[in-house]
């Protein structure tokens, strides 16, 4: 008599699947985050105006630069989240490991940045119709794209989102490690805000980093760059992971 074999990836499925059905208040409050960056978009990103005497104009821009924040908040917050401890339990309810475990939660980050990507863009039309109705304006001009600049787009927002989502997950994994890293990550975080606001022409490590994505003007070089410190920032998490105390 011979047990039934089950594979790594069959496990990885399973846990995957549990995942998107337990961990639906994401999902809402993602849905709850995007309505108040619209709120906080109906406001305008600064314009101008001008006139004479027979008439006068004013102008607006309105962007979605406040739901991507709130996203690219949400997403970084929801991988933290992913790695405590009430939620790595619940992967006892399969015959798991720690790689299975770590495997199913990168799927469902990388599910959850697709829906965050998709829903941006359903966000942002809601924006232009929301200026359209409740400001009153006589005339909103938006800027055309092309299907492969809208593909482009999208496809770099999930970027952007699984890049925080594995930073996110790589924060968690340390804290979970350590309990000294809650007061040292925020520590070094607003100690690097500080220098870039007190002294102007200081550089910090922190905006090095984050201009090696927004300053690229290649979108293959940003989709392999994003790739490749996802892949570094998961790796050190599961590097991390394996030697997490287990549920006794």
Do not use: C, H
Request: proline share 1%; net charge positive.
């Amino acid at each position: 008599m011979s047990l039934p074999k089950t594979s790594l990836w069959d496990i990885v499925k399973k846990q995957f699947r549990f995942k998107l059905k337990s961990y639906r208040g994401m999902f809402t409050s993602l849905m709850m985050l995007q309505i108040i960056g619209i709120l906080f978009s109906l406001g305008g990103e600064g314009g101008g105006g001008g006139g004479s005497d027979s008439f006068s104009y004013e102008m607006k821009y309105y962007s979605g630069s406040f739901i991507l924040a709130f996203l690219m908040i949400w997403a970084f917050l929801s991988a933290i989240i992913v790695t405590t401890q009430a939620y790595r339990f619940d992967d006892y309810a399969f015959v798991a490991n720690r790689m299975s475990s770590n495997l199913a939660n990168i799927l469902f980050l990388g599910w959850a940045s697709i829906i965050g990507g998709v829903t941006f863009l359903l966000a942002s039309q809601s924006l232009k119709l929301s200026v359209l109705i409740l400001q009153e304006q006589d005339y909103i001009v938006s800027q055309r794209l092309s299907m492969l600049q809208m593909a482009e787009g999208l496809v770099g927002i999930i970027l952007y989102l699984f890049l925080f989502t594995a930073l996110g997950y790589l924060v968690g994994m340390l804290v979970q490690r350590n309990k000294i890293f809650i007061i040292l990550l925020p520590a070094l975080l607003f100690g690097s805000l500080f220098i870039s606001v007190f002294f102007a022409n200081e550089s910090t490590l922190l905006i090095d980093v984050g201009r090696i994505f927004v300053k690229e003007t290649s979108f293959l070089l940003f989709l392999l760059k994003v790739l490749f410190a996802s892949t570094v920032a998961f790796g050190s998490a599961i590097f991390l992971s394996d030697n997490l105390e287990v549920r006794k």
